[in-house]
């Protein structure tokens, strides 16, 4: 063999250090500590090192230059069926500089999660997805629709619809008892199913039955569900959704908090937008949706009567005149109505103004398959509030979703950079540290993912560098398919998703499937 070809079979006499390695930065570690400066490196997946490293050397060297480097974001509160099966490289969670997401919330989920993480890790995730598992879910799947309460064997089978997911790698048990078919759950069934999950270390989230003029009563029984079942409790999107009770947010907050002193585990999470999206159909009584029959019940005079009555009584409790705070995100039957609200879709129609013509208006839109609404019903001073509570996580509320279609609302784009540029840098409502830890270490301590949230050696290598004078939120509610920027770097798994600002090709999430905590 000739001498070259010898020397071509030898391994290289300076192989780099590690695969990543960024330095110069301001590390802000997750734990709500002041930062510091250091280098980081990565190897195999994993952070290796952190402090000085004047000798490394690497693969791919990142100099930092004063920007801060941070956990990669874990978003709590997530909806992305669906939407990951056609983008699974999840690109405005990525460029908004999330890397894991928990998918399943307000009681929707997939069903057979084995399978669909299966599905997932063929597609080829560009972050990390876990994912509860649903209420709703289970009982349509038991139960259909109906609109009753379950009977023992009924919630025997929905336990054993939880604990096949449980088993399966779901995080917990969630709920959205404002939506059907939870709405016709009592509190006796949720524990049941509760202490299901809570058997496999689960946490319990809600999408309470009230988020308003009824919210203390939602908390108590949210809070009483975990505290019977015996497990952590998260409240979904805290907010207070009606314009002639803003303010309240203080006594939610003192409730809680007079749980936590009692021994309960309990944490909230919070989008930083005044506007909610959801669909349609919460605007009708949830009776009228029983078992799929809207039409029906629309077509007969006197419920059509019955469920506009109740809307109207609807409509006066939240303190509204009309439905001019309701905007269509999305409507495929006529996609001209979407970011028009419902008092412009009304006027179109040719009716005269007033909740009387609105509601028939939305009657028609729910014939033609109801549509995917914005609605304007929070008040600054309550987000602004909920965001100071230091046991509230950042959370989108959103999902994944496709450039340029529709009208969705701009959290699905905007939330963390949202939170940096608005509430940390303009208005000073958190410390760039205590914001950094409501996305990364304390979600991540509610749902048990051990290994990532901090930057400490050993654990995952999902890390965003960005500058903080720089990062902000471009999505609005009039133009909202607009990226994040400023999130100039981001890691999953130690590899760069997003290099210098651009998105690559590279696409290393994974499922995450819950594993009880190490041993101490």
């Known amino acids: 063999m000739r001498p070259l070809a010898l020397l071509l ?48 050397t690497a693969a791919r060297t990142i100099d930092a230059r004063e920007r801060s480097l941070a956990p990669g974001f874990i978003d709590v509160h997530t909806h992305i069926e669906g939407g990951v099966e056609k983008n699974p490289r999840s690109d405005n969670f990525l460029l908004d500089g999330v890397t894991t997401v928990i998918t399943g919330n307000c009681g929707s989920s997939e069903l057979n999660l084995a399978v669909w993480f299966e599905k997932l890790a063929g597609l080829g995730l560009g972050l990390n997805v876990a994912s509860l598992v649903g209420h709703n879910t289970v009982r349509r799947e038991v139960m259909g629709s109906v609109n009753r309460l379950a009977t023992p064997d009924e919630i025997r089978q929905m336990q054993s619809l939880v604990d096949r997911a449980m088993r399966e790698g779901a995080v917990g048990f969630s709920t959205g008892l404002e939506y059907v078919p939870g709405a016709y759950s009592d509190t006796a069934e949720v524990v049941a199913l509760a202490k299901t999950a809570a058997g496999h270390g689960g946490v319990y989230t809600s999408h309470m039955r009230d988020e308003g003029i009824h919210e203390l009563e939602a908390i108590t029984e949210a809070v009483n569900v975990g505290r019977e079942a015996g497990m952590p409790v998260e409240i979904s999107h805290l907010k207070i959704d009606r314009r002639r009770i803003w303010g309240a947010s203080d006594q939610s907050l003192s409730l809680i908090e007079k749980f936590r002193r009692e021994g309960v585990d309990v944490v909230a999470d919070l989008y930083p937008y005044d506007r909610a999206s959801t669909n349609l159909g919460i605007r009708l009584p949830g009776w009228a949706l029983a078992g799929g029959q809207i039409k029906e019940r629309l077509a007969d005079p006197a419920t059509r009567r019955k469920i506009a009555a109740e809307m109207r009584q609807n409509l006066a409790e939240m303190g509204e005149l009309d439905y001019s705070f309701a905007t269509v995100a999305r409507f495929s039957s006529n996609p001209a109505y979407e970011a028009k609200t419902i008092s412009e879709i009304n006027a179109l129609k040719g009716r005269s103004p007033g909740a009387e013509n609105e509601i028939e208006t939305i009657f028609d839109l729910m014939n033609a398959g109801g549509a995917s609404m914005i609605y304007h019903l929070m008040g600054e001073l309550d987000i602004e509030r909920f965001l100071r509570y230091p046991f509230t996580a950042i959370a989108s509320d959103g999902g994944i979703v496709e450039l340029g279609a529709g009208n969705p609302h701009p959290r699905s784009y905007g939330t963390n950079a949202r939170v940096l540029a608005e509430y940390v840098r303009a208005r000073g409502v958190l410390t760039l540290e205590d914001a950094i830890r409501r996305m990364t270490s304390l979600p991540a301590r509610t749902f048990g993912l051990h290994d990532r949230g901090l930057l400490r050696e050993g654990m995952a290598a999902d890390l965003v560098l960005f500058d903080p004078l720089r990062v902000r939120d471009l999505s609005t509610y009039a133009q909202p398919h607009q990226y994040s920027q400023g999130f100039d770097f981001v890691l999953v798994n130690g590899r760069i998703v997003v290099d210098d600002g651009k998105l690559t090709a590279a696409r290393p999430g994974q499922p995450i499937r819950h594993q009880p905590a190490p041993s101490q």
């Open 9 to 56: 079979l030898l391994p290289p006499l300076f192989a780099a250090d590690y695969d990543v390695l960024i330095r110069n930065a301001r590390v802000i570690d997750g734990g709500g500590n002041p930062w510091f400066r250091a280098d980081l490196a990565v190897k195999d997946g994993r952070i290796a090192a952190i402090g000085r490293l004047p000798g490394a």
